[in-house]
């Protein structure tokens, strides 16, 4: 199992222009997160889906957008990219919410608004 | 709003020393605990996790760490650390059953000197 994987890896912007970062998992879990890890900050959460269908805000949302394309796939729209917005951001699934079950990290994508 | 403290920014040690990294949080329900370790460039991996039963909890590599409920604590330890546990290592939290958001602290550096 390839668990949980991101793209692209890297990904260079300037202000204002738009992207698409994909996520999918094959674990077969019904929730999907994604964070963005900033120096200092730790990972904060911008986004997740409980189940297929749904979507939530979570703790940084404002210039984010994501769709819940099926249950394998999680994708955050960056529709008009900030300086603010340069950070590394992390996919990450999880089966059951809550019940000692552990998020799956992907490996990241560092992307960089100039 | 639920929070995660950690109280060391950057940890240096030397190797076969021994190794306790704070972690306190906010909320005062019941809560789901989580270590996770970020070795240079890499993605986020989980160390241990506690929901339920015995407070002290080991994981892989020979870490444990210890739940003190009125303390709101959840120190991870090492009796003797490697140059290879080298890493940033996260504390994170939440609020048990149903809950989606997992709330990081802003992590603790490890540097282990050969």
């Known amino acids: 199992n390839a668990g949980v994987t991101q793209t692209p890896k890297f990904q260079v912007l300037k202000t204002g222009q738009s992207m698409t970062l994909q996520c999918a998992q094959d674990?077969?879990?019904?929730?999907m997160y994604w964070y963005r890890q900033d120096p200092g900050m730790g990972l904060r959460l911008i986004y997740y889906?409980?189940?297929?269908?749904?979507?939530d805000k979570g703790e940084v949302p404002n210039g984010y957008n994501v769709s819940r394309l099926n249950k394998r796939e999680f994708s955050l729209r960056l529709e008009s990219a900030a300086p603010s917005q340069t950070s590394v951001y992390f996919c990450?699934?999880?089966?059951?919410?809550?019940?000692?079950?552990?998020?799956?990290f992907g490996p990241g994508t560092r992307l960089t608004v100039t | 709003a639920q929070s995660v403290s950690q109280h060391n920014h950057h940890v240096i040690l030397s190797e076969a020393a021994s190794l306790e990294l704070g972690c306190n949080y906010s909320?005062?329900?019941?809560?789901?605990l989580f270590w996770y370790v970020q070795y240079p460039g890499q993605h986020l991996q989980l160390l241990l996790k506690?929901?339920?039963?015995?407070?002290l909890v080991k994981g892989i590599k020979g870490f444990e760490a210890e739940f003190i409920k009125s303390k709101f604590s959840f120190n991870l330890r090492k009796p003797s650390v490697q140059w290879s546990d080298t890493a940033e290592y996260f504390c994170?939290?939440?609020?048990?059953?149903?809950?989606?958001?997992?709330?990081f602290g802003k992590g603790t550096k490890l540097s282990v000197i050969p």
């Open positions: 889906s409980a189940s297929e269908g749904t979507t």
């Open positions: 909320y005062g329900g019941t809560v789901n």
């Open positions: 994170a939290v939440n609020r048990g059953a149903g809950s989606y958001q997992l709330t």
């Open positions: 674990m077969n879990h019904n929730s």
């Open positions: 990450a699934s999880s089966s059951l919410p809550g019940q000692g079950s552990e998020q799956y």
């Open positions: 506690y929901f339920s039963g015995d407070p």
